[in-house]
Structure formats: C-alpha cells, structure tokens
C-alpha cells in the first residue's frame, strides 16, 4: 500500500501538468479510496483519511456501504468501506416473506402443479 506522502507526490506531479495548461478542457476525474476487505488500513485507514479529507464532504450510507464524497464540477473523491466495518448491525439480514393475490382459480391452479 501507498503512504499518503507517496500518493501525494503523485497527485502533485499531475497538478502540475494540469496547470501547465490551466485552460486545456479534461474529463471531471474521479478519485476513489476504497477502504474495503482491509485495504487501505481497513477501518482505521477510513477513518485516519476521513479526518484529513477536506471539508465540506458529504456522508453517503448504502445498503452495504458508507461513502464519503467530494463532488464538484471540477472533481469527485470518494472514500468508501463496507458498513458492517464501521456501523453495528441492529437488524440482521431476514428472508423476505410475501403474501400474493390468488393468480389462479382453484381449477387453474391444479393445471399449473398437475
């Protein structure tokens, strides 16, 4: 894994090339730090990178994950990790249960499982 001088040093070396054409029109990048399956640090590299990440940042909550974003015409950041790393689960997973309508009439029905 990279150190965050490392990766700094990268992201600098493309600032400048960027800004020895300040008016040259790119695509929006798209930087992503995923913090998932312990990369990264795991939860601890999350949260060490939360504390530096520059503010105002939104706090994004998925079904499995919890994002944090940048979002700017200029740039999108994300830093992302699953939420069972970070959050305590208070309602496990639970098969979902259905209740249907009859589609069949009975004489039908006995059709379809003969």
Known sequence: ????H???LELRRLA???DSNPDM????????LGYNYGLGGGKDGFLNFAKVMPRPFDKVYGATELELRIQ??????????????VCRIVTPAQPAQYECEPLFSDSEEEGVTA
């Open 72 to 85: 700017t015409d200029a740039i999108h950041i994300t830093a992302c990790i699953n939420r069972d790393k």
């Open 1 to 4: 894994m990279p150190t965050a």
């Open 6 to 8: 490392e990766s700094s």
């Open 25 to 32: 029109i790119i695509a929006r990048p798209i930087i992503y």
């Open 16 to 18: 400048d090339a960027l």
